[in-house]
Nanobody, 128 residues
Framework: VQLQASGGGLVQAGDSLRLACLASGDTFGTYSMGWFRQAPGKEREIVAAMTWSGASISYADSVKDRFTFSRDKAKNTVYLQMNSLKPEDTAVYYC??????????????????????WGQGTQVTVSS
């Protein structure tokens, strides 16, 4: 599966952005999907993850209640709606796909090492 992320940009604190990730070559039906981010000088971290069915979504504590992970099966696209953005949200955001395993059928994969397919990243910069 090939992933292409888009939607990043420069915004002010308190603004919103919506990232999109288009999947091609395969459908979401056999993958957990995740959004990750990497800030300068920091390790890549998970932002949100969704099971293959879309029935279960997990969020990092730092973005809970501000970010929403969703998908449009017809468009083979997942989205990350980011509201009330903060300067500490500044990072390159990546979407990724992890093949479904027995352990991740009903629980989203939060283990970055399980994600085999990655998009190219999109920069989000939040000014104070």
């Amino acid at each position: 599966v090939q992933l292409q992320a888009s939607g990043g940009g420069l915004v002010q604190a308190g603004d919103s952005l919506r990232l999109a990730c288009l999947a091609s070559g395969d459908t979401f039906g056999t993958y957990s999907m995740g959004w990750f981010r990497q800030a300068p000088g920091k390790e890549r971290e998970i932002v949100a993850a969704m099971t293959w069915s879309g029935a279960s979504i997990s969020y990092a504590d730092s973005v809970k209640d501000r970010f929403t992970f969703s998908r449009d099966k017809a468009k083979n696209t997942v989205y990350l709606q980011m509201n009330s953005l903060k300067p500490e949200d500044t990072a390159v955001y990546y979407c990724a796909a992890a093949p479904v395993t027995v352990a991740t059928i009903t629980v989203p994969s939060l283990n970055m090492s399980e994600y085999d397919y990655w998009g190219q990243g999109t920069q989000v910069t939040v000014s104070s």
